[in-house]
């Protein structure tokens, strides 16, 4: 926390900017990113960007820090990947068209794509060129422009060009999943220069960080697209330039990615040590307890555990035992972490706060914890835990000065301690707490009428959905005190597809949420989750269905910031109102990975801060591999 306090606390000048730049609702329609990227100069090709402050690595890096330049290539690698983009499905897959919202793809397609820029996993908020072996800036910070990589070629032989850069930006602005369009809100337009340079021309509205996430952005190919329809749902293999691209595959079963060995960019800085498996194999199981089985045979070589249970208990098999299985944690990344219930606001039913907090005081985390989870958890405060952006103590001055031209629009909560959630006694069932939710759910104007809580007739019901049975067990407790003080609660298990589909209609009252947010939040990103705008929009994060204009406001703090201390600000004033409106109920977190994995591999440690593809990181070493018995 003290590292929290001193990041708050800037210089007098950018104390006084910032004042200044945010006193006002219309100061806040000021260029938001022509005071960032104070170390990158105007008009100044450059190998990468950053928009708070200067690069870690300089022009002629030969590779990144976290990575092996001699690890050697070869080997498999068997995971289910802990983390997922887009429409993709952990648990099933029927599409290869991972950048639109229907169907279900397999995660790492992005593996197979390259891009513009690609972020450092060591720096919070930098971008080095890629695509292309250049970028530089107009004066204003509104035009982007990049210089392509003459030896840049998709799979097929053919080169990357402008056209292709252009085309995709379009489309996926135009046409994408709404997780891509929303970061390219501000693009005004995308053009060719020449066939080996284009420019980004952005708003003026952007964020310094939404111009980072654009670079980043999957480059497809437009002469394949010009004959295969870009919305379609097909299982046929996509032309892409990357490192990998799909082998054998049996949908819902497993997908293999096999590396390109002939991969352009293969020698460059921001490839080498990476991507050194030669095939990538995803496996797909609809039940948690089915992968975890495959992986005590070996089928699977490594595993992120999220049960607390079977890692509590369940890790004592032979190949545990006799050290051929390393089980051990890492540091989680140093990125903001929001897991937590989302209570559906477009019912009717949720729209009040006080309805809301009343649900919250029912789950007993002190409880769950101790008899459900081994006590391998904390309980999460704010959707941002594990990042700076947490809110602590009372508001400061620069919070107050953001805060105070809100006051009429936001609760009163927000400019005292920020909200905590509800500490039980640890019984599973707090009389204290249940009878305050009780008192809460009378004056939302609730009665009980025999066992149930009705208001104009209607039923106090709430369905939380699930897609796998290890909830129920987790959820018994939460629903079992829902039920003692009237509420109809149930659990609803669906499969995989179908609750991706009902996560995309918002058709649900209740569900479980997690998302690994990056270390600098751009807030074209964080509209996804908070902006009213996306509140009715199909495939958003914004699975709360808060529609509080607001939020476009705090979103605007953000954009407006200009140095790293700023955005801590503007991010501590969101965390304050999100947990006084309580839109969201937070649950639980972890400090570190659990993870288990064959003894085979090798890597480099520390691993890195902001990221861990551990499929791009890691490497087979034949010689670990012969030692247990196993060889590729």
């Known amino acids: 926390m003290a590292v929290q306090g001193k990041a708050a606390k800037a210089s007098n000048l950018t104390r006084r900017g910032f004042l200044e730049a945010a006193a006002t609702t219309a100061m806040l329609l000021a260029v938001p990113a022509r005071l960032a990227f104070a170390g990158n100069p105007a008009n100044v090709k450059r190998h990468g960007i950053s928009a708070f402050g200067d690069l870690k690595y300089a022009a002629d890096f030969t590779h990144f820090d976290y990575v092996d330049p001699q690890a050697p290539k070869g080997g498999s690698f068997s995971f289910q990947p802990p983390n997922w983009f887009f429409n993709q499905n952990v648990q099933t897959f029927n599409t290869l068209n991972t950048f639109i919202l229907r169907g279900d793809a397999p995660p790492r397609m992005e593996l197979c794509f390259d891009r513009l820029m690609v972020r450092a996993m060591d720096e919070p908020d930098a971008i080095y060129c890629h695509l292309a072996q250049w970028v530089e800036m107009s004066q204003d910070h509104n035009i982007w422009r990049f210089g392509l990589r003459p030896e840049a070629r998709f799979h097929d032989g053919s080169p990357v060009t402008a056209h292709d850069v252009v085309f995709s930006y379009l489309t996926l602005r135009d046409e994408g999943h709404p997780n891509l369009a929303t970061t390219l809100n501000e693009l005004s337009d995308a053009v060719v220069i020449d066939a080996q340079t284009v420019e980004l021309r952005f708003s003026g509205k952007q964020s310094a960080q939404a111009v980072l996430a654009a670079a980043n952005i999957p480059v497809l190919s437009r002469a394949y697209y010009s004959e295969n329809p870009f919305d379609a749902g097909s299982l046929d293999i996509p032309l892409s330039s990357g490192p990998y691209r799909p082998g054998k595959l049996e949908p819902g079963k497993f997908i293999d990615f096999q590396r390109v060995e002939t991969y352009w960019g293969r020698d460059l800085p921001t490839a080498r040590g990476l991507y050194n498996f030669d095939r990538i194999r995803i496996e797909f ?115 107050l000065a953001l805060l105070e031209p809100l006051r009429d629009r936001i609760p009163e909560a927000a400019f005292g301690m920020p909200v905590m959630q509800p500490v039980s006694d640890g019984s599973g069932r707090d009389r204290r707490l249940l009878r305050e939710a009780v008192e809460l759910l009378d004056e939302a104007g609730w009665t009980r009428e025999g066992t149930v809580l009705k208001k104009d007739g209607e039923r106090l019901s709430i369905e939380i959905l699930i897609r796998s049975p290890v909830f129920e067990r987790v959820l018994s407790g939460f629903v079992e005190n829902m039920r003692r003080i009237g509420i109809d609660a149930s ?117 890195p801060d902001y990221e861990w593809p551990v499929e791009t990181l890691w490497w087979f070493d034949p010689v670990k591999a012969e030692k247990i018995g196993k060889s590729q």
């Not at 789950?363 to 914890?369: A, E, K, L």
């Open 491 to 607: 659990i609803r298990l669906v499969d995989p597809a179908q609750f991706q589909s009902r996560l995309d209609d918002y058709d649900f009252d209740m569900v479980g949420f997690a998302l690994s947010l990056a270390a600098t939040p751009n807030a074209e990103s964080l509209q996804s989750v908070f902006s009213p705008r996306y509140a009715n929009q199909p495939g958003s994060y914004n699975l709360s269905g808060a529609d509080a204009p607001v939020f476009d406001d705090l979103l605007n703090y953000v954009k407006q910031a200009t140095s790293r201390e700023d955005l801590v600000v503007a991010m501590r004033v969101l965390d304050r109102v999100v947990r006084a409106r309580q839109d969201w109920i937070p649950n639980w977190y972890s400090a570190n990975h659990r993870a288990a994995y064959w003894d085979m591999f090798g890597f480099v440690e520390p691993k």
């Open 285 to 399: 199981f609809a039940e948690r307890q089915a992968g975890f089985e495959a992986f005590k045979k070996g089928d699977v070589h490594f595993r992120q555990e999220f049960t607390s249970k079977t890692w509590a208990t369940e890790y004592n098999f032979p190949s545990i035992n006799d050290g051929r299985v390393v089980k051990r944690t890492f540091a989680s990344e140093k990125r903001p972490i929001l897991q937590a219930w989302a209570l559906n606001q477009r019912r009717k039913k949720f729209k009040s706060a006080l309805v809301r907090r009343a649900i919250n005081l029912c789950f007993d985390f002190d409880w769950t914890n101790n008899k459900i989870f081994y006590n391998a958890y904390t309980r999460s405060q704010s959707l941002f835990e594990t990042s700076q952006f947490v809110a602590t103590g009372m508001p400061d001055d620069l919070e």
